[in-house]
């Protein structure tokens, strides 16, 4: 896993990229409290943070974050 740090909000979060399409992201409670766009959800169900979204993708394209082949225990 990755630690990428959220360049809206500073939170910083473990993600690892299995595919293109399919990315895990590991929020706690803290940095999930302190994310403006999942606090502002009005208590319904929400697919994560755009702001983070896109900077792991730009993680990506960079190659500081790679497509895990799942070949070993995440850490």
């Given at each position: ?40 959800n ?34």
């Amino acid at each position: 896993m990755d630690s990428i740090t959220c360049r809206t909000c500073g939170n910083r979060v473990q993600v690892v990229k299995f595919s293109p399409a399919h990315t895990s992201v590991q929020w706690n409670a803290a940095t999930a409290k302190n994310c403006a766009e999942l606090a502002d959800n009005g208590g319904g169900p929400v697919r994560g943070c755009a702001a983070l979204r896109a900077g792991i993708e730009s993680a990506v394209t960079a190659g500081v974050v790679g497509l895990s082949t799942r070949d070993r225990d995440l850490l």
